[in-house]
Structure formats: structure tokens, C-alpha cells
């Protein structure tokens, strides 16, 4: 064979091995049709990266299974209790259909350590939750929605949707609202003992018990937490806020029974004034009978 010859066939299988490579060819002789990469699901994806992060529920819900528009809006009407119990940890994200995303998890109690000083997070594993979300059709609306259902951390955002006992405890100088104490001397029984030398300390006249969190139950929470607050002249708490929490629900519980209480007012001269102080709450746990 010639030398030209032998060029033109090299050529020739080097032009056969490249079409096979680009034009596969199937059983029959026919070409089969090039891979086709799935399509990526970018919603979903983002959707499955919420497992792990510390989430907590923005409109503080108690029920477990919840549906979302596409903005983030929740239907109905599910019943909202204390941010210690609205956390959850999303397990699992899945496409139900090609408009909703669902999210898989638990509930999550928030406790507080008062060794560290730390808010620490508690998994309810047999409190299942699934939440619904309408796609919005894209990844710029569905971080909106999910900014809207989710804070991640406690953010101010958070602490904003918190009853005041809570949000003046995340930030201890913020102004209360004008009410019956607007314009009155104060006299605190702390911090400023040469203002109260003189002071006779309210004391209790009736008290209303509160009560424990079946979550708080369920994981044998006890402990005391302290509340700061402000006896007006006619011996009515005002002004609750939380100085050392407990969590699991148990602060908010302190503080719904504490508002109710009668005090007998302080007194400085023989006239009763407003006195500021702080009360310690003790929540003991006790096991039920066995039967």
C-alpha cells in the first residue's frame, strides 16, 4: 500500500471514532440521541439547604402542620404562643407537584443555660411538623417567602414580633409605652439603694399559680426564673419584663399568672408609691402519680 494511501485511511478511522463519539449508534443501526441533562431545580435546592440553620417560626405558631402562599403568608388562622417553642428543624425538603414545596421536621424548644449563658435548642422529636409552601416560580420569590415564615437566628425582626416582657429583655433601655406610671417617681429596690433607704417593700396579698408547658413536661424543666417589674400605688404589677429567663414556654406562663398578683403597695412616708423590684420565679417539676 502506498504511503498516500495509508494516510487517507488513518484519516478515515480517526473520522469513524470521532462520529461514534458524537453520533452514538443503538442496536438496528440507528444514531442515538445525545445525553440530555436533567434540569436543575433551583427552588428545591434552596429549599433543602434549610436543613440544618437555627429556624424559628416569624408568627410564633403552635400548630404543626401549616401552609404558606408563594408570598409567605400563612393560611388561616394557627394559634401563636412564646418564641421558646416556635423553633423547628427542617429534615427534609421534597417537591410535592410542580407548585408546592414541602418541608419536613420537628419542633424545637429553646432552653436557657444559665452556666453559659446561652439560649440552647431542644428537639421535640415526636412533635412532627410539615409545612406547605407555594412555589412562587422562582428563586428571588422564594427567599422572600421563606424571609417572611422564617427568622434565622433571633433577629431583631424576631424580637420585634415578641410581647414586650420579651423585648425589653433583649434590650433592657427600651422606652415603655405611656400609661398609669407615665410621670410618677419610681423607686427601685435595686441598683439604686440610697433612692429606696427610706422605702417600705410591697408584699404579696394573692397569688395566681401558673402552669407548666406540656413541653416542659414532657423533658422534666424546672428551675427559677427572675422577672423585673413594677408595683403601682394601687398594688397592681406593671411593666413585666424578663431579667433571667428559663425558657420552654415557662417564662411567658411567670408572666401571664404574675400580672395577676396583689400586692400591698409600697409605702415611703405613709403614702404608697411605685416601687420598682425584682421577683423570682420558681418552676419545680413534679412527677405525676404513678397510678
Not at 436533567?38 to 429556624?55: H, K, M, N, Q, S
Not at 407615665?182 to 423607686?187: S, V
Not at 433607704?197 to 402552669?211: A, F, N, Q
Request: net charge neutral; charged share 20%.
Amino acid at each position: 500500500m502506498k504511503r498516500s494511501e495509508r494516510r487517507i485511511l488513518s484519516w478515515g478511522v480517526a473520522a469513524a471514532v470521532l462520529l461514534s463519539l458524537l453520533y452514538p449508534v443503538c442496536a438496528g443501526g440507528q444514531t442515538a440521541p445525545a445525553p440530555v441533562s436533567a434540569p436543575t431545580d433551583a427552588v428545591l435546592d434552596a429549599a433543602e439547604a434549610l436543613v440544618g440553620r437555627a429556624l424559628f417560626l416569624r408568627g410564633l405558631y403552635l400548630a404543626n402542620d401549616l401552609s404558606f402562599d408563594a408570598a409567605g403568608r400563612v393560611s388561616g388562622a394557627p394559634k401563636a404562643g412564646d418564641w421558646t417553642l416556635a423553633g423547628m428543624n427542617v429534615l427534609k425538603a421534597e417537591r410535592r407537584g410542580p407548585k408546592t414545596i414541602e418541608l419536613d421536621g420537628v419542633r424545637v424548644a429553646i432552653r436557657y443555660n444559665t452556666d453559659n449563658h446561652q439560649f440552647e435548642r431542644h428537639p421535640q422529636n415526636d412533635e412532627k411538623m410539615k409545612l406547605l409552601v407555594d412555589d412562587p416560580g422562582g428563586l428571588p420569590g422564594w427567599n422572600a417567602a421563606v424571609d417572611k415564615i422564617f427568622a434565622q437566628g433571633i433577629d431583631p425582626g424576631l424580637q420585634r414580633a415578641m410581647p414586650p416582657f420579651w423585648q425589653h429583655y433583649f434590650n433592657p433601655t427600651l422606652a415603655w409605652p405611656q400609661d398609669t406610671l407615665t410621670g410618677q417617681t419610681i423607686y427601685a429596690l435595686f441598683g439604686q439603694p440610697d433612692q429606696a433607704k427610706d422605702v417600705i417593700p410591697p408584699t404579696v396579698l394573692r397569688k395566681t399559680d401558673s402552669k407548666m408547658t406540656s413541653f416542659a413536661e414532657h423533658d422534666k424543666v424546672h428551675g427559677v426564673l427572675q422577672l423585673r417589674m413594677v408595683i403601682d400605688t394601687q398594688g397592681v404589677p406593671r411593666r413585666i419584663a424578663i431579667v433571667r429567663p428559663l425558657g420552654y414556654g415557662l417564662d411567658e406562663q411567670a408572666v401571664e399568672a404574675v400580672a395577676k398578683w396583689q400586692f400591698r403597695p409600697g409605702m415611703r412616708g405613709g403614702q404608697p408609691v411605685a416601687v420598682e423590684m425584682l421577683l423570682n420565679y420558681d418552676f419545680e417539676f413534679v412527677a405525676p402519680p404513678h397510678p
